[in-house]
C-alpha cells in the first residue's frame, strides 16, 4: 500500500467517522476492489479500523468520529510517520503529512514531527550523478498488483535491446535497495529489476495467479539460485595487513578471514560465480593477496599480469612496489577507500 494513500485513507476515516467501501474508492480514484484491500492492510497492520456489516455498517477508526486520531498509540504513530517520511518527496504527500500531524493527539504530535524529520533520500551517488528514479515505474506497477491487471512490460537487460512482454505482475521485492517486480510470465515466475523497466501498460485483463502463491515463498524460490551463484566458487589466498576494508567492500559476506600466519598474513577465503570473476576482482590488490587456489583463478591472475605487462611494461628499478612508497603494499587501501559505512 503507498504511504500517500495510507495517510489519505486515514484522514478521510478520521474526518468521516465511518465510510463504506464505495466511498473510499470515490475518495481514493481507486476500484472498490483496491479499497477493500486498503481498509484490511491498515486493519492487519495493527491501526485500530474495523468493519461492520448490515444495514448502516461500514468501516470505522475504534471510538467512532472524532477530530483526533486517538486511536492511534505513540508507536503505531512513530511507525506511520517513519513509513511516510523518507517518501515524503512530492508537495501533495508533504501536505498530507502536515495534516496528519495536526489531527493527531498534542501528545503524539512531537514523536510524529521528529519521526518525519528521522530520514532523508538523496537522488544522487557519491559521484554526485543523479540516479534515476524508480518511483514512475513503481507506482504503476504498485497500482498494476493491488488491483490485479495483467500489464505489457517493457524492458531493457543489460546488454540486450529493449522488448516487450505481456506479464501477470504478482508482487514487488525490494533487495539490498533495488526493487524488483515478481511476475508469472509464459515462462513461469520472472523478477524483472524496475530500473530496467522501460514502460508500464496496463491491458485491463485480470491477472491471473498461481494456485497457493505465496510473495515471500515465491521471492526465496526466485532469490536462491541467484545467490547461490555469487558463492559457487571458493578462493583460498593470504593477505597483507590493512587489505581487510578493501576486500570488505568487494566481497562483503562471501569474505571469510582465519587466522594470522607466521609471516603476519591473513588466511582468508572468498566466494564467487567463476575463478575468472574472482581473479578479476582481486586483481587490484596486486601483491597485497596472493592466491593459493583453484589453479583457475592463480592461471587468470598470471594472464592478466601478462596482459597489463604487455600495455604498461615493467616499472624501472625491478623492485620499486606500485604506490612507491617503499613498504611493498599496492596501495589498494588508499585507493578504494571511500565515504564511511
Same mark, same amino acid.
Given at each position: 500500500?503507498?504511504?500517500?494513500?495510507?495517510?489519505?485513507?486515514?484522514?478521510?476515516?478520521?474526518?468521516?467517522?465511518?465510510?463504506?467501501?464505495?466511498?473510499?474508492?470515490?475518495? =481514493?480514484?481507486?476500484?472498490?476492489?483496491?479499497?477493500?484491500?486498503?481498509?484490511?492492510?491498515?486493519?492487519?497492520?495493527?491501526?485500530?479500523?474495523?468493519?461492520?456489516? &448490515?444495514?448502516? &455498517?461500514?468501516?470505522?477508526?475504534? &471510538?467512532?468520529?472524532?477530530?483526533?486520531?486517538?486511536?492511534?498509540?505513540?508507536?503505531?504513530?512513530?511507525?506511520?510517520?517513519?513509513?511516510? &517520511?523518507?517518501?515524503?518527496?512530492?508537495?501533495? =504527500?508533504?501536505?498530507?503529512?502536515?495534516?496528519?500531524?495536526?489531527?493527531?493527539?498534542?501528545? =503524539?504530535?512531537?514523536?510524529?514531527?521528529?519521526?518525519?524529520r528521522a530520514g532523508v533520500v538523496d537522488a544522487t551517488d557519491w559521484s554526485r550523478t543523479e540516479v534515476t528514479t524508480d518511483a514512475p515505474r513503481l507506482d504503476a506497477l504498485q497500482r498494476a498488483v493491488i488491483d490485479g491487471v495483467r500489464v505489457r512490460l517493457g524492458y531493457a537487460g543489460p546488454g540486450r535491446p529493449g522488448s516487450e512482454r505481456t506479464v501477470h505482475p504478482l508482487g514487488i521485492a525490494s533487495k539490498a535497495g533495488v526493487a524488483y517486480l515478481v511476475a508469472d510470465t509464459e515462462r513461469g515466475l520472472r523478477t524483472f529489476r524496475l530500473s530496467r523497466v522501460t514502460s508500464v501498460e496496463p491491458t485491463g485483463e485480470p491477472v491471473v495467479r498461481p494456485d497457493g502463491f505465496d510473495l515471500a515463498t515465491a521471492w526465496r524460490s526466485l532469490a536462491g539460485p541467484v545467490e547461490d551463484r555469487m558463492h559457487a566458487v571458493t578462493a583460498r589466498a593470504l593477505a597483507d595487513p590493512g587489505t581487510e576494508t578493501v576486500l570488505q567492500r568487494l566481497f562483503g559476506g562471501r569474505l571469510r578471514i582465519g587466522a594470522v600466519g607466521a609471516d603476519g598474513r591473513l588466511e582468508i577465503e572468498v566466494d564467487g560465480p567463476t575463478p575468472e570473476v574472482l581473479a578479476a576482482q582481486l586483481a587490484g590488490l596486486g601483491a597485497g593477496v596472493e592466491v593459493l587456489g583453484p589453479p583457475g583463478t592463480r592461471a587468470r591472475l598470471a594472464e592478466l599480469a601478462a596482459e597489463l605487462a604487455s600495455v604498461y611494461g615493467v616499472p624501472d628499478g625491478g623492485g620499486a612496489d606500485a604506490d612507491g612508497d617503499g613498504d611493498g603494499g599496492t596501495g589498494a587501501a588508499e585507493v578504494v577507500q571511500g565515504p564511511a559505512g
Open positions: 500500500m503507498r504511504a500517500d494513500r495510507l495517510v489519505a485513507l486515514l484522514l478521510f476515516l478520521q474526518s468521516r467517522g465511518r465510510v463504506t467501501v464505495a466511498e473510499v474508492a470515490v475518495e =481514493l480514484g481507486v476500484a472498490e476492489r483496491t479499497a477493500r484491500r486498503d481498509l484490511e492492510a491498515l486493519a492487519t497492520s495493527g491501526v485500530p479500523v474495523y468493519s461492520q456489516r &448490515g444495514r448502516g &455498517g461500514g468501516w470505522s477508526l475504534v &471510538g467512532g468520529a472524532r477530530t483526533d486520531l486517538t486511536g492511534l498509540t505513540a508507536d503505531e504513530s512513530r511507525a506511520l510517520f517513519l513509513l511516510a &517520511g523518507p517518501s515524503s518527496a512530492t508537495p501533495e =504527500l508533504r501536505t498530507a503529512l502536515r495534516k496528519l500531524v495536526r489531527a493527531l493527539p498534542a501528545t =503524539l504530535r512531537p514523536d510524529a514531527e521528529a519521526a518525519v
